[in-house]
């Protein structure tokens, strides 16, 4: 399945979208304020579940993110999650207030 998993980023959609072959397989969704970039939520297609395409949508969005020189505003509990075990090089995080992380 990794061969058949894209990750493209929709600005009109405002969301980083994973499609599995031709089926969107879940979404990232972004709020763009200058360089500061909010991450409210995620989803991934329940038929989708369990075969790590948030993990993969996560990893990609957030190395854009970074390679733009964005600020990430992690609100959505699973992209905080992610962030809290993996590093992601050059990426600049502004953690919510009460999320209990250091940037």
Known sequence: MADDLTVTRNDDAGRYEIHVGDELGGFLEFESAGDRVELP??????????????????????????????????????????????????LSV?????AGQSS
């Open 41 to 90: 939520h995620t989803e991934i297609d329940p038929a989708f579940k369990g075969k790590g395409l948030g993990s993969r949508l996560a990893s990609e969005a957030l190395t854009d993110l970074a390679r733009r020189g964005d600020t990430v505003i992690p609100s959505c509990p699973f992209v905080a999650h992610y962030l809290g075990e993996h590093d992601v090089e050059g």
């Open 94 to 98: 502004e953690w919510p207030e009460g």
